[in-house]
């Protein structure tokens, strides 16, 4: 059976992506490069989405409380292939990938739903503290 798209990743995928994950997290932890841009700033490495063929794979980042992206994004870009040869020193694949860095805008994304649920009109409608009015009761 041929893997599409609208199946989901394979469970390749995502075991080759969370060891990609891992590898760059720490990579980034130990501080290893030497771009200005990228010094003294705490990035996270939220997933990374390895393609089918496992040529290329989508890494999504975000700082502390996602400030300085427009100066990240472009350095991460610029260290790719530096990122790329140390995962390949740690991540055992015939293959490194091709990394592509993209900010993570899922944590907005949860901010603004939370948001969202927490305005009084929701809350009061959310709220278990209001019985349902019953006029079957015949009073």
């Not at 999504?60 to 140390?86: E, H, I, Y």
């Not at 490194?96 to 949860?110: C, H, I, M, R, W």
């Amino acid at each position: 059976m041929r893997h599409t798209p609208a199946n989901g990743p394979s469970q390749r995928q995502l075991r080759v992506g969370e060891e990609l994950r891992h590898s760059l997290a720490a990579i980034l932890l130990r501080g290893e490069m030497h771009d200005p841009d990228l010094a003294g700033v705490s990035i996270t490495v939220s997933e990374v989405r390895p393609s089918p063929d496992m040529k290329h794979a989508t890494v999504f980042v975000t700082t502390l409380n996602g400030d300085k992206m427009d100066v990240v994004l472009p350095a991460l870009r610029r260290a790719a292939s530096f990122l790329r040869g140390q995962v390949a020193k740690t991540v055992r694949l015939r293959h490194t990938p091709q990394l592509s860095f993209q900010a993570d805008t899922s944590f907005d994304y949860a901010q603004k739903i939370n948001t969202l649920l927490h305005q009084d009109v929701i809350a009061r409608d959310l709220s278990d503290d209001e019985e349902p009015s019953d006029d079957s009761d015949g009073a």
